[in-house]
C-alpha cells in the first residue's frame, strides 16, 4: 500500500502542535485551581489566567501583552494588571504576605519593564504604619516613563480582621506612597468602589501601602527629624520668652 507523505507530513505536524499547545498549557497551570474568594469579582471574561497556586515569585518575569488583562494565581496572592503597552513584569512576593487580591491598570507613553516588590513589611529605612494591613507594594518602572495608572486592593473587612487580630475600619482605610524627600508616608486620595476595592489614581511609582489614617491623630510614622526640630524650636521659643520677662 502505498502511503501518502504529505498526509503523514501533515498528520505529525498537527500532533506536534497539538502537544505544545498542551505543554504551554500544562505549564501555565502550576497548582490547584484559586478559591472563589481570591477571584477578582470584575475579571473580564476573556482575562488570561495564569495558576501559579504553588508560586511564590521571586525575580520572576512575566510577559504583559499591551491590551490584555492578566491574572495571576499566586500562593496567597492574586494579581490582575492590564497596559495599554507590552510590560515585562518582574515578580518578587514575600511568603508572608497573606490572601491579597490587587489590581493595577497602567498606561504608560511606551513600553516598559516594571520591577513589583510585595512584602509584609518595609524595607529598611522606611518608617513602619501603625494600622497597616502588612501590605507593602515597592513599584520601579526600567525609565523615566509617563503613565497613569489605577491601583486597586481589594478589601473583605472580615478576612483582614481575623488576619490582622484587630478590628479593621475599612471607612478609614487610604493608599499611601512613601516620600522619600521628606521621608515621610503620604496620604492618596482613596475610595471604595462597588466591587469592593479601595482605589487610587497616580502618575509615579514608588513605595505603597494601605493603612487606616485618622488625620485628627499625630500619625504614628512621623520622622524623628520632625520631631526633633517641633522640640528644638518649642525650647527656644521658651527661652526666649522667659529673656523677655526678665
Known amino acids: 500500500m502505498k502511503v501518502n507523505t504529505r498526509n503523514v507530513f501533515a498528520v505529525t505536524l498537527l500532533a506536534t502542535l497539538m502537544l505544545t499547545a498542551l505543554s504551554s498549557v500544562t505549564l501555565a497551570q502550576q497548582g490547584e485551581p484559586p478559591s472563589e474568594s481570591k477571584i477578582p469579582p470584575d475579571m473580564p471574561i476573556d482575562a488570561l489566567q495564569l495558576n501559579k497556586t504553588n508560586t511564590t515569585p521571586s525575580g520572576e518575569i512575566e510577559s504583559i501583552q499591551a491590551m ?19 510590560c515585562a513584569l518582574n515578580m518578587t512576593l514575600d511568603p508572608q504576605v497573606k490572601n491579597q487580591l490587587l489590581s493595577i491598570s497602567v498606561e504608560p507613553n511606551q513600553t516598559m519593564t516594571l520591577a513589583m516588590n510585595v512584602s509584609a513589611s518595609p ?23 509617563e503613565f497613569e495608572a489605577k491601583l486597586r486592593l481589594h478589601i473583605n473587612q472580615t478576612e483582614l480582621s481575623q488576619e490582622l487580630g484587630r478590628e479593621v475600619n475599612s471607612s478609614k482605610l487610604t493608599w499611601m506612597y512613601w516620600n522619600t524627600t521628606q521621608a515621610q508616608w503620604k496620604t492618596v486620595e482613596s475610595y471604595m468602589d462597588k466591587n469592593g476595592y479601595l482605589v487610587c489614581n497616580t502618575d509615579h511609582f514608588s513605595l505603597w501601602t494601605v493603612a487606616e489614617y485618622d488625620p485628627e491623630l499625630i500619625p504614628e510614622n512621623i520622622h524623628i527629624f520632625t520631631i526633633v526640630s517641633l522640640v528644638a524650636l518649642v525650647s527656644v ?7 523677655k520677662k526678665i
Open 123 to 145: 524595607p529598611q529605612g522606611e518608617a513602619v504604619m501603625n494600622q497597616t494591613l502588612k501590605f507593602y507594594m515597592g513599584l520601579e518602572p526600567n525609565s523615566n516613563l
Open 237 to 243: 521659643a521658651s527661652i526666649y520668652l522667659k529673656r
Open 68 to 86: 490584555q488583562t492578566n491574572v495571576f494565581f499566586y500562593r496567597n496572592f492574586t494579581l490582575m494588571m492590564n497596559s495599554t503597552e507590552n
